[in-house]
């Protein structure tokens, strides 16, 4: 039986290839905690902070606006329509204040057009005026009309000479700066989010899309993918592991996920390594951070005593990487809503204490969306969700960029580390060979 990402992606397939008028500023967003995929076209209403500027793109004309003294966060949110949906993608270049002046540094997308796909497989068209709905619709017939719709949106041919092309910071210079970090942290408390970019170009002629197919197809049990157009020739791709947070019914979620181990096609090396991350001193200590953080902000953001710890210290499983995985929850304070949540949540991948954010970012480029927020929120932004935009790609002009990190405490080691870049990356690289390999086959 087709699941619910296969036909999500074989409906926006269909529609973008009968349809392309709905393809720019569209997007698809799923979340393994949702109800239902989503798929939004031809954008109603779209801000962008772009170059330090606001921009409103409505009715085909754009509009620049003036900047206050306000938070950035509550003049975005004036901006937007709370009676629509909205999909959205944060950067930390605004904190960080490197931004490309090319790029978008936040996008916030409504689309006019809605497509729900829910786990019981069934569709709903929100929003559609009678004439592009039933354009919509016929499109759908013939995705679930499709006898063959259990093969992917397209061939994904294995390409078994791997481009290996992608353009970084040396190795050793990377570990040089893992060590010195190390270091640092022998006689300051905290952790530091060390990374390095990688970039490689693409031919024009290949589908963005496709990308998205292969790596969201290698990466089934991600917490939330995306793909969304977000200007000329630019998209943004990505499969993320952990939410920021997710807002149900005024109760709020946090998954903490933190600690990391490899993982094997040998079952016995692969169960010897999750009970190693189990027992691990280092990764339990670096967990352990990490969920007093969140300890600290539910207090901070629910009722008193309305909050709990749901689970602590699962393993969560994907294709190359394995983390320790814990969850908490409650019931926010009244009067806090989706837009206060961002605020507080950003950014949100950074060192601690703030005394270490400088020593551990050199501030050389922007990230672009990496570490960054990547969520979409339901009508009247009551119910909302929120995800580190990490194992993610941004993909600009025929040139893709992606970034790894590693978080960094006094009893890491600098190669292991390295490692473990590597290990994250691993699955969008190998999507990205795969979709390059079409090149070649075609």
Not at 192 to 205: D, E, G, L, N, V
């Amino acid at each position: 039986m087709m699941t619910t990402t296969v036909l999500t992606k074989q409906i926006y397939a269909a529609l973008k290839e009968e349809l392309p008028d709905t393809a720019p500023y569209s997007f698809i967003y799923q979340s393994s905690n949702e109800p239902f995929s989503t798929i939004g076209l031809n954008p109603e209403n779209i801000v962008l902070f772009q170059d330090n500027k606001l921009i409103i793109k409505k009715d085909g004309s754009e509009q620049q606006v003036a900047l206050s003294d306000e938070p950035l966060f509550k003049q975005i949110k004036s901006l937007l329509n709370p009676q629509k949906p909205c999909f959205f993608l944060i950067s930390p270049d605004i904190y960080r204040g490197l931004q490309d002046p090319l790029v978008p540094s936040a996008i916030f997308i409504q689309p006019s057009v809605e497509i729900r796909i829910n786990k019981d497989k069934s569709i709903e068209i929100w929003f559609a005026n009678p004439q592009s709905e039933k354009a919509l619709k016929k499109s759908i017939s013939k995705v679930l009309n499709n006898k063959t719709s259990e093969k992917p949106t397209f061939n994904k041919h294995q390409n078994n000479n791997k481009t290996n092309t992608w353009t970084s910071e040396a190795d050793d210079s990377f570990l040089k700066r893992l060590r010195a970090s190390i270091n640092l942290l022998q006689t300051e408390a905290g952790k530091m989010i060390i990374s390095r970019t990688y970039k490689q170009p693409y031919a024009s002629s290949l589908d963005t899309f496709h990308l998205y197919d292969i790596y969201s197809d290698l990466e089934p049990n991600c917490a939330a993918s995306h793909y969304a157009n977000i200007g000329d020739n630019q998209y943004s791709l990505g499969c993320s592991p952990e939410n920021i947070f997710e807002l149900k019914d005024n109760t709020l979620f946090f998954d903490v996920i933190a600690s990391t181990r490899g993982v094997s096609p040998d079952p016995e090396k692969n169960k010897r390594w999750q009970q190693e991350l189990l027992e691990d001193e280092k990764e339990n200590t670096e967990h352990i951070m990490a969920l007093n953080r969140y300890k600290n902000r539910m207090q901070q953001l629910c009722q008193k005593g309305q909050y709990q710890i749901d689970f602590i210290k699962k393993v969560r499983t994907f294709k190359h990487v394995k983390h320790l995985y814990s969850r908490l929850s409650g019931q926010l304070k009244s009067g806090i809503k989706l837009f206060d949540l961002l605020e507080d949540s950003y950014p949100p991948l950074n060192s601690y204490p703030d005394s270490l954010v400088l020593k551990a970012d050199l501030r050389i480029e922007p990230f672009h969306f990496y570490g960054g927020m990547v969520g979409y929120s339901e009508i009247g932004m009551d119910n909302a969700s929120c995800f580190l935009n990490i194992r993610a790609a941004l993909l600009s002009d025929s040139q893709a960029f992606t970034q790894g990190g590693v978080g960094v405490i006094k009893d890491s080691q600098a190669e292991s580390e390295l490692l473990e870049v590597q290990n994250k990356l691993a699955c969008l690289m190998e999507a990205f060979d795969l979709w390059q390999g079409q090149q070649h086959a075609s």
